[in-house]
């Protein structure tokens, strides 16, 4: 694996840190995700979980499109991989999917997030509302939670490609 991830500037503004580790935590996941083949991107961390890198680019996407596409933006936008059938569909993966279609479909929703994001200054509310709470959300708040959404869906990855192939690193 080559890191070629860029760290946030240690003097930025307040916007410039978030967007720099939200960036470097999205660098982080694909790193994680790169140089394998789609079936150990598949691979799932430990039975009986269905947990795996794909899963985790999947789960991504979705989350990157809840958050910015249908909180901040109030796009009327459904789920791209789960259903009310099966809710964790993004993690139930078959060998028909492939992580070229799951990559390209996380970075269209990275670019969305980007170009919604740059709407909206770190202390608007956002257009929608959570659909746990009915609240709506501070651009701020929505980079923190994605950043820490992030940060611990990595810790995951670090143990997934461990075990896959022996790679570590932070």
């Given at each position: 694996m080559s890191d070629e991830r860029r760290m946030p500037a240690i003097d930025a503004d307040e916007r410039t840190m978030?967007?720099?580790?939200?960036?470097?935590?999205?660098?982080?996941?694909?790193?994680?995700?790169?140089?394998?083949?789609?079936?150990?991107?598949?691979?799932?961390?430990?039975?009986?979980?269905?947990?795996?890198?794909?899963?985790?680019?999947?789960?991504?996407?979705?989350?990157?499109?809840?958050?910015?596409?249908?909180?901040?933006?109030?796009?009327?936008?459904?789920?791209?991989?789960?259903?009310?059938?099966?809710?964790?569909g993004e993690f139930?993966?078959?060998?028909a999917d492939s992580w070229k279609e799951a990559y390209a479909t996380w970075q269209a929703e990275i670019e969305a997030a980007r170009r919604h994001a740059g709407g909206f200054a770190l202390d608007d509310l956002s257009q929608g509302r959570n659909r746990h709470t009915g609240e709506p959300h501070s651009l701020r708040w929505i980079y923190t939670h994605m950043i820490e959404e992030y940060a611990r869906h990595n810790g995951h990855a670090d143990l997934i490609r461990e075990r896959i192939d022996g790679s570590t690193g932070d």
């Open positions: 978030l967007e720099g580790w939200l960036e470097f935590h999205r660098q982080t996941l694909a790193w994680k995700c790169e140089g394998l083949t789609d079936t150990q991107l598949r691979t799932a961390s430990v039975e009986p979980s269905p947990l795996s890198l794909m899963g985790l680019v999947r789960h991504m996407a979705e989350v990157e499109r809840s958050w910015f596409r249908r909180v901040l933006a109030s796009e009327d936008i459904g789920p791209i991989y789960f259903s009310e059938a099966d809710p964790d139930h993966l078959t060998e």
